[in-house]
């Protein structure tokens, strides 16, 4: 089997078996590539690899100036590749397991203030046209209200949202799935983009015949839901229109804000870990040093005798 053969099976096995996201997916193939193209300069075959040709590959990664992120990641693919590859007896061992990854610092995660929340939620229904302006409105209140990722937002069924529902049903990482609650705000601007959505979208299929969508915002795109790349475009330009800086907001970012903002106001941990759809509480726990370095600057800030 050629080694290009190799890999798309076992993407498709990712897919199939693991229920892996398109998201990850695209990433290993993207991984495997470089690998391939690296074996190829010098002649080797990808299940003929030992533990030594996948170090030489990630000294090499490293000369190149890669990110250790980058290169764990690299890493993470050729294990689970491998892995793959001993369980289905293509070889007899994976010459991955064994090799440490570089040692990745953790950044802490950058956040936005209240109030410049505030201003990108009040512009976000000033920024666009017609119902784009409902549409936006909607997505900017129900980012920031459960802190979903934004390919979770993206792909939401429009059944998920009938009913005037308290709390949406959300299908993270994994295929798992969590329950949310929604503000008032999110409840109201729900609302208002589910009469102009459905009003659209019943009088396009009775012009095309083409049955409605099952997502809550609907696009031609490929997938047949707003992309998060349309989605990043739009959440600048709102931050343009709101007077916040554009390379401080990204949808991650309101994530980010939405945990943070919680626990500066008494939420606990395991409630911010099972909100966000985090597998461990250690990854939640990073939110704590944000406060930390928030509660630094405000005494360095404004105490007296900081000042002086």
């Known amino acids: 089997m050629k080694d290009a053969r190799l890999v798309s099976t076992f993407l498709e096995a990712q897919a199939a078996e693991l229920d892996a996201s398109t998201n990850t997916r695209l990433a290993y193939a993207r991984d495997l590539k470089d690998f391939l193209a690296w074996s190829a300069s010098r002649s080797a075959a990808l299940l003929e690899a030992e533990r030594k040709d996948i170090e030489a590959y990630l000294i090499s990664l490293e000369a190149a100036g890669l990110a250790p992120s980058t290169r764990a990641r690299r890493l993470?693919?050729?294990r689970q590749f491998y892995r793959f590859a001993f369980?289905?007896?293509?070889?007899t061992s994976n010459p991955a397991i064994e090799i440490k990854g570089p040692k990745r610092k953790k950044p802490l995660p950058k956040t936005l203030m209240e109030e410049e929340v505030d201003r990108l939620l009040a512009t976000a229904s000033r920024t666009g046209k017609g119902s784009?302006?409902?549409?936006?409105?909607?997505?900017m209140e129900l980012l920031y209200a459960t802190g979903m990722r934004v390919s979770?937002?993206?792909?939401?069924p429009v059944a998920a949202a009938r009913g005037d529902p308290r709390m949406l049903l959300i299908k993270g990482k994994g295929g798992?799935?969590?329950l949310v609650p929604l503000s008032d705000p999110a409840k109201a601007a729900l609302a208002a983009w589910l009469d102009a959505r459905d009003a659209a979208e019943n009088g396009a299929s009775r012009e095309s015949g083409k049955p409605v969508s099952r997502f809550l915002f609907p696009s031609g795109s490929a997938q047949g839901h707003l992309t998060r790349h349309r989605f990043y475009g739009l959440i600048k330009e709102i931050a343009?229109?709101?007077?916040?800086s554009p390379g401080k907001v990204t949808p991650h970012r309101l994530r980010?804000?939405?945990a943070t903002h919680l626990l500066a106001r008494g939420a606990d941990l395991r409630s911010i870990q099972t909100l966000l759809g985090h597998a461990d509480i250690a990854t939640t726990e990073i939110y704590t040093h944000v406060l930390e370095n928030r509660l630094k600057e405000l005494v360095l800030d404004h105490h007296p005798m900081a000042r002086a």
């Open 132 to 139: 784009d302006r409902t549409r936006n409105a909607c997505m």
């Open 256 to 258: 980010h804000a939405f």
């Open 76 to 78: 993470s693919a050729l």
């Open 240 to 244: 343009v229109a709101a007077g916040v």
């Open 87 to 91: 369980e289905e007896g293509w070889r």
């Open 176 to 178: 798992k799935e969590r």
């Open 152 to 156: 979770e937002l993206v792909s939401l």
